[in-house]
């Protein structure tokens, strides 16, 4: 895995804790344990305070995946760049290649992912803007997403959510046309 730009571990870290949080048909707190334990967190220390800010941090990083601009993106981050205190360093864990991390192995869970997902997602729109950052559109879903697709066409969170919205509107239409 890449580990800056659009492609970085923590602007797809950023994609999981939000729609742990935000997807109706999850459980929240097994939700956001997946996410952590997916990307390399021990779950032993993460405690309910740790899940209970994450909750909190992720409507935040929802702002920014539902910012009206680059500008926009840019000071809501500030805003979250400034609640966390970065402490960056290189490691090559895991022999994934050099790479950043943001905070101290020894720091909170809570703390780390705020970092990583705060600086992944703050590298992301100083370097491409925020055109493949997006909310799903479908009905009634909040789930965000991040467009790695070449042609950068995509709309929704997930096939499901794209699948409903077509099946919606080819009954739409064809209500329409029975209607006639
Ligand atoms: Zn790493
Ligand atoms: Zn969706």
Redesign the pocket.
Known sequence: MD?SGYRS?GVSLAVAVVNAVFDPEVDDGEAIDDALRRY?FALTRVTNRDRAGLRLWASHLHEVFAAEGADDAGRILNQLLDAITAHPYI?D?DG?GL?L?YAPPEASTLHRVQASTAMGLANLVCDYGISRLGVCRAAGCECVYVDVSRNAQRRFCSEACANRTNVAAFRARARAATSN
């Open positions: 580990t571990d390399g490691t864990h994934r790479h991390h």
